[in-house]
């Protein structure tokens, strides 16, 4: 099933938002707790069987799936946040759509530096999302952030972007959760902050001059993160296949097993969230590897 919420959307080009009674969304629908499950880096591969060292991510997406259905809320949505498939093949695509209609839930996708933004939109139909676009749920304002730029492992928004974004926030008072692929500041770790976003602080100078942004989240890191600048908290989150160790200076792979992130988003504007991993997994990432 295609991302959609049969509620207010707009990509770019926001709609002035009209006054709404406390508690009540612009839909008219009560305002109430929403789950969005994230998951992310699934890396698929055309094969089935395909691995990224060591690791058949076909599988392990598969069960991180499986958790994440039977372990966290009945989720309002499903948000996966780049690095969709790792060999931009139309078959890696075709069963990522299979994987996630299966779910009955609505799912939204942004891209990641592994992935082609042509195949997405025509294999993922409307749940492909970008370069700025934004989904109201429960009267939160999700938006989505096409940080990639073709051919750069690092991220890059760039004015064009920025300004959309500013408007899109602008726009709307509601709570706000901003999600995009690259981590937009440093994690400590020398060989990933090089790619990470590159323009990150304009990115930040949104949330600061718009505090009902409460968190940018993130992929592309393979890791658990969290920071917070004031009241904006800056969350990455587990790869479903291969993990990233923190804080090295090279590459350098974790043992923890794959997982997703839970956000649980309340009436009143505060944002709950928890990483879930499975607990173990067979497969096991070649620790000797030197990237991917
Ligand atoms: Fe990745």
Same mark, same amino acid.
């Given at each position: ?119 997405? &939109? #025509? @294999? *993922? +139909?409307?749940?492909?999302?970008? !370069? ?6 429960? %009267? ?60 990150? &602080? #304009? @990115? *930040? +100078?949104?949330?600061?001059?718009? !505090? ?6 993130? %992929? ?73």
């Amino acid at each position: 099933m295609p991302a959609s919420t049969g509620l207010r959307t707009f990509d770019i080009a926001p709609d002035i938002a009209p006054s709404q009674a406390p508690g009540e969304t612009r839909s008219g629908r009560t305002a109430q707790r929403r789950t969005l499950l994230q998951l992310t880096d699934p890396h698929l591969f055309a094969d089935p069987e395909g691995q990224l060292l060591d690791v058949t991510t076909r599988r392990s997406f598969e069960a991180v799936l499986e958790l994440a259905l039977a372990h966290s809320p009945p989720a309002d949505a499903l948000v996966l946040t780049g690095d969709l498939v790792h060999d931009e093949s139309r078959e890696g695509y075709r069963t990522l759509r299979r994987l996630l209609d299966r779910t009955g839930l609505p799912y939204y996708c942004i891209p990641g530096n592994h992935d082609s933004r042509p195949l997405m &939109d #025509e @294999l *993922l +139909g409307p749940a492909a999302l970008g !370069p700025v676009a934004a989904r109201e749920l429960g %009267g939160w304002n999700l938006v989505f952030l096409d940080s990639t730029e073709p051919g750069r492992e690092g991220g890059r928004i760039g004015a064009a972007r920025l300004a959309a974004l500013r408007d899109a926030v602008a726009a709307d008072p509601s709570p706000a959760v901003i999600f995009l692929h690259q981590h937009p500041i440093p994690v400590r770790s020398a060989w990933m902050d090089k790619l990470r976003v590159e323009d990150g &602080d #304009e @990115l *930040l +100078g949104i949330c600061d001059r718009h !505090p009902q942004v409460k968190a940018l989240v993130c %992929g592309h890191i393979h890791q658990e993160f969290e920071h917070r600048i004031q009241g904006c908290r800056i969350l990455g989150t587990p790869s479903t296949c291969v993990q990233f160790a923190p804080r090295q200076a090279d590459f350098a792979i974790d043992t923890h097993a794959p997982g997703y992130r839970e956000l649980t988003l309340l009436a009143d504007g505060a944002l709950e969230t928890r990483v879930v991993r499975l607990d173990g997994y067979p497969e096991h990432p070649s620790r000797t590897a030197g990237g991917y």
